[in-house]
């Protein structure tokens, strides 16, 4: 078992995908914690620190942006190694706003299983030589706001032209479309309410 480390905190609100790092890692001899948020996450964290943080960025109740904000602006949690996992946050300005918050990686799904677990035994290794300087909150609320008002545009812009293309697909094709829809659905609804927060943030800090 390789435990010199300490063990590795995986967070991902998907069902299939956090069991595939979860056997991916335990495979390899690590020991590993998950949560399926980053409330879950923080909870895991008061209990024991992890040696790594493997983190999707779009999830429900706290998404990767926020979780990764709050380790990076506590004393005890600010040298914890982060690598970010996402399918939705892909673009450059996505990637930069990630690595601005102290981030180690930035790895997009689908993941190359070899070159995740390269970069968790070089992470492991290697550790932070120095912490990460944090953004300031009101920096972060802004640069988040960017990023999921972008992400928003985008999702919209997927379900209109999903709801265009469905009814004129072959019936063996729709169901197949139909499942894609619900996804981006539920990713634009997740992506709303965390804009809906995020206002409620921005407005209390102006006051």
């Not at 996804?183 to 609804?189: E, L, S, T, V, Y």
Request: hydrophobic share 40%.
């Amino acid at each position: 078992m390789n435990t010199a480390y300490g063990h590795i905190l995986v967070v991902e609100d998907v069902p299939n995908i956090l069991e595939l790092l979860d056997i991916t890692l335990r495979f390899k001899g690590y020991k590993v914690i998950t949560a399926r948020n980053g409330e879950e996450a923080l909870e895991c964290i008061r209990v024991q620190l992890p040696a790594l943080v493997i983190t999707d960025i779009l999830m429900p109740k706290m998404d990767g942006f926020s979780f990764v904000q709050k380790l990076r602006t506590d004393s005890k949690t600010m040298q914890i190694p982060v690598i970010f996992l996402s399918a939705t946050y892909v673009t450059p300005e996505d990637k930069a706003f990630a690595m601005s918050l102290g981030a180690s990686r930035f790895i997009e799904k689908p993941i190359d299983t070899e070159d995740f677990l390269l970069t968790v035994a070089e992470l492991l290794v290697e550790g932070l030589k120095t912490a990460p300087r944090p953004l300031a909150q009101h920096d972060f609320y802004l640069g988040y706001r960017a990023r999921l008002e972008n992400k928003l545009r985008h999702k919209r812009s997927q379900i209109t032209r999903a709801q265009r293309l469905i009814p004129t697909l072959p019936a063996e094709q729709q169901e197949s479309y139909r499942s894609l829809l619900d996804q981006a659905a539920r990713d634009r609804d997740e992506i709303e309410a965390e804009l809906k927060e995020l206002h409620r943030i921005l407005d209390e800090l102006q006051k």
